[in-house]
């Protein structure tokens, strides 16, 4: 089984910038995508992005499209999430995710995805 670790979440100042990073163990070549997902309290899992780990195009949640950039290190089996221009309602646990997809239609779906990690949380505050 794919395991998961994510690391570089924290607390900024809104205009502020993170990267989030996501190592993966294991079976890797049992998975095709993988994605950031969030959650804030009170709320639904969403998507935030993801990509597929043989390369091709990356996809986007339409809140953070122009301001988050997700990119993925074949060698290393590590995805990351480059937070640029964050504001107060980016605020959330940050999850990584990575599963077998079987078309991008569903790329920043929660439930597509298998095997997820602990999170991370961050903070923007205003």
């Known amino acids: 089984e794919v395991q998961l670790v994510e690391s570089g979440g924290g607390s900024v100042q809104a205009g502020g910038s993170l990267r989030l990073s996501c190592a993966a163990s294991?079976?890797?070549?049992?998975?095709?995508?993988m994605g950031w997902f969030r959650q804030a309290p009170g709320k639904e899992r969403e998507g935030v992005a993801a990509?597929?780990?043989?390369?091709?195009?990356?996809y986007y949640g339409d809140s953070v499209k122009g301001r988050f950039t997700i990119s993925h290190d074949h060698r290393a089996d590590t995805v990351y999430l480059q937070m640029s221009s964050l504001k107060p309602e980016d605020t959330a646990m940050y999850y990584c995710?990575?599963?077998?997809?079987?078309?991008?239609?569903?790329?920043?779906?929660?439930?597509?995805?298998?095997?997820w990690g602990q999170g991370t949380q961050v903070t923007v505050s205003s």
């Open positions: 995710a990575a599963g077998l997809l079987g078309s991008n239609r569903d790329s920043l779906v929660p439930s597509t995805y298998r095997a």
């Open positions: 294991g079976p890797t070549y049992t998975i095709n995508y």
């Open positions: 990509i597929p780990t043989y390369g091709g195009n990356t």
